[in-house]
Each structure stands twice: as structure tokens, then as C-alpha cells.
Nanobody
């Protein structure tokens, strides 16, 4: 399994922006995704990217969040703009090997490697 380390979380006012990073210790041909979990809620898939570049977003973040990857540095990013208080959560990076570039799952059960998380707090 690949080791994943997230960073970039913090506190921001509503309408602000943050960029999360996820450094991977090895190469994964498949899915790299961002999930989030707020207190008392289930873990929610936010965005996923396959190695070929295909992406998918949760409806709640479409148009505001962008997932991308620097292949040279092997770092996954999540650019979060127009943040809302409801975006407050612990954000996790996850990985799953796969040759199926079109499925783009946002279910946590599909992923077998996880980072430790980085906290995002959005104040109103």
C-alpha cells in the first residue's frame, strides 16, 4: 500500500480558499481521491482523479473545488474556492489501484490506502 500524507488544512472565512496537498510515497496507477468527514457524519467522497486524468466531483463541490496532480512531485491537490461553513470537516486523501479510468468511485469502501487527514474549518 502507498503511504499518503495530507497537508494544507486550516481555518478560513466563508468565501475564502484553501489548497490541500497529499504527498504519496509510491506510484499508484488508478484512483486518487479526496474524502471528508464532519463530526457525527459519514465519510463523504469529494473528488476523484484517475491516473489518465479523468475526474469526478460530488455535487456539493462542483464548480468550487478542483482536483489535480503534479506527476513529477507525485502530489495530489485539492483547490477549494468559495468555501462554505458546511465544508468544515477532516479531509482525507485515499488511493486505489485500478485500470478502469471511467468508474471514478466516490465510495470510501473502494479505497485501500488512506492518509491521516487534515482539518479544514470554515467560519461564517
Amino acid at each position: 500500500q502507498v503511504q499518503l500524507v495530507e497537508s494544507g488544512g486550516g481555518s478560513v472565512q466563508a468565501g475564502g480558499s484553501l489548497r490541500l496537498s497529499c504527498a504519496a510515497s509510491g506510484y499508484v496507477y488508478g484512483y486518487l481521491a479526496w474524502f471528508r468527514q464532519a463530526p457525527g457524519k459519514e465519510r463523504e467522497g469529494v473528488a476523484v482523479r484517475h491516473s489518465v486524468g479523468s475526474t469526478r466531483y460530488a455535487d456539493s463541490v462542483k464548480g468550487r473545488f478542483t482536483i489535480s496532480k503534479d506527476d513529477a512531485k507525485n502530489i495530489l491537490y485539492l483547490q477549494m474556492n468559495s468555501l462554505k461553513p458546511e465544508d468544515t470537516a477532516m479531509y482525507y486523501c485515499a488511493a486505489a489501484p485500478s485500470t478502469t479510468s471511467w468508474l471514478l468511485p466516490l465510495e470510501a469502501s473502494r479505497y485501500n490506502s488512506w492518509g491521516q487527514g487534515t482539518q479544514v474549518f470554515v467560519s461564517s
